[in-house]
């Protein structure tokens, strides 16, 4: 990493030995009541002409050309061709001073400019509204999604010993044992294919604290901007808590495991008693369904044992970003056939490592040896994903209703049948998976719908119901206020089109099609609405519509809807503050006004925006109150 910020630093222009960091703007920014605040002002990024973006394509061929070199001189010396020790003794001041002094002056200048644009002070958002008189309130609580928390080796055996406290999954470490020891490194990362728990001699656990979310990798944010926010209010390690969990695990084992509901039960009940004040639950991602699960077994008998009064008395809020409450469509791909092209809810970063160095039937068998990983598969069927002919989300003048989720250019054999529809592609699934994936999958999860008050009611003692809002209920908490904020916009996965797999060298039968582009069809990929990772009617139909229904929220919960659509920076790699991507929104100005708006108890002026026909294609759901 040295070596990356030394170039860093000679291409920003300084000359220091210290690590660099960006100066904040001056965060003293003013918005009349009713505008959002703006963080970058247009005139900054009317100043990055086209002039500049051909100069950008040059200075990436210059440093491309040389990262290449590099790269290939670290794959080289697998090989011992060329001694990696012996590159690392590069002086690299000589380097730099080797490449065109034209390249690396556009490397400064742009290094300028977007830290104007792309480092937007996130400071100002928690500025603003503490000049406007928001303050602490609540307790606040965040539970992360999958990419967000980090998995570090607590193992002692010899095979563990060389990754002790180094995290295997969220950190460059992930990379190095990816590369270097693919093998030891799958061993660590897959759980017990029957137990569901830790391997023999194998012990990985989920970092704690603010540091296990706030950023996946160094340089890439996933909640710290959100908590630079919070902490400009006055939040702090007491009266803020990351609760962080091993997203492998299935909601059971993770109880059983770790004590982790116990755990968030405690951290709750003592951030009331030490603040006199209910919490704020702010979940993102696969932690809504988490956090969903707990609400149940916190009541349970005989398990968190609160009764049925407990959420009302120690929850105001429960802020559901971005959540995947029907599950992530792009999560079938992964289990059934390792495609990792933009699936799965993985970063840029971790998709490349598993594409690079892993084969698909070895991407198969880690995902189904991760069982949280099988909470995303699509939830609620046919009733909501659409059947054979016809889907709630299908647009007017599609050619190819999204009711067909699984699709098959040649239909000729049991490998690859008839067009399949939701239900359907989850009983494919499971007819050509192994024993141990199929028994784990039963046991643990249900994507059905209850379509009664008494199955409903039902469903509230069996715990394999208790992540699936279709077939279980909010808790009876006439108080509790849900807040549904999330991006709308952005192409995401809808459905796709398969064909069998010829590679004699894989054990994965089929693969999708990507030589099939037509029309709707992009390398055999059908882009719906959504945010880039959950489709649109994971994300809202619950809130819109789904629990306006009386079983399914018999105490008559207070739900709000936010969509913030997709307007990304044209020069962030992030997206910048108007972005309404699945991760990069945490980052979004907006999104932090509302968040710290709601922990300083003035959730009662947010107000409903609707962006999209989330609400039209709601009415469409063939669920229906009870008769």
Known sequence: MSTLNTIRRRLAGDSSSEPSRAPSPNPAIRARDGEPVTLIPASKLKKLTNARSKRRQWLVFGLGGLFGIIVAAFFAQQHDVINLEGLMDINLDSLLDAIPAGIVNDARDITRHERETVNYDSFSVGL???????????????????????????????????????????????????????????????????????PPGIKLRAAQGFDAADFFITGYWIWSKI???????????????????????????????????????????????????????????????????????????????????????????????????????????????????????????????LEKFLAKHERVEIFRAMPGASSMLPIGGNAVWGNKTFAPDDHYNQTVSYGTFIN??????????????????????????????QDQVRSTYSYGVAHSKAEVERNAKDSKKWMNPLETRLPLAPHLKIYCFYGVGKPTER?????????????????????L???????GVIMGEGDGTVPLMSNGYMCTKGWRINRYNPAGVRIKVYEMPHEPDRFSPRGGPNTGDHVDILGRASLNDLILRVAGGKGSHVEENYVTNIREYSEKVKIYEDK
């Open 128 to 198: 603003h509204l503490q000049s406007q008189g928001v303050k602490v309130k609540h307790p606040v609580i965040m539970i992360p999604g999958v990419i967000s928390t980090g998995l570090e080796s607590w193992g002692t055996e010899e095979v563990s010993r060389q990754y002790f406290r180094k995290r295997l999954w969220g950190s460059w470490s992930m990379m190095r044992a990816l590369v270097l020891d693919k093998a030891s490194w799958k061993r660590h990362i897959m759980l017990d294919k029957v137990t569901g728990m830790d």
């Open 227 to 353: 908590l630079e926010n919070l902490a400009t209010l006055g939040y702090d390690p007491t009266n803020a808590f990351t609760a962080a969990y091993d997203w492998r695990l299935s909601c059971e084992k993770l109880e059983l495991r770790d004590q982790y509901f116990t755990r968030l039960k405690a951290h709750i009940e003592l951030a009331k008693k030490t603040s006199g004040e209910k919490v704020v639950l702010v979940s993102h991602s696969m932690g809504s369904q988490v956090l969903f699960y707990f609400f149940h077994w916190v009541e349970a008998e005989g398990y968190g044992g609160g009764g049925p009064k407990w959420v009302d008395d120690f929850v105001d809020s429960w802020i559901n970003i971005s959540g995947s409450l029907l599950g992530a469509l792009k999560g079938y791909p992964a289990v059934l056939s390792g495609e990792m092209k933009d699936t799965a809810q993985l970063n840029a970063f971790a998709v490349y490592g």
């Open 408 to 437: 098959f250019k040649e239909s000729n054999s049991t490998q690859s049948p008839a067009n399949l529809t939701v239900d359907e592609s989850h009983a494919y699934l499971m007819k050509h998976s192994d024993t141990w994936y």
């Open 495 to 515: 459905s796709y089109w398969y064909r069998e797999d010829p590679d004699p060298s894989s054990n994965v039968n089929v693969t999708i099609d990507t030589s």
């Open 517 to 523: 582009t037509h029309e709707e069809i992009d390398h």
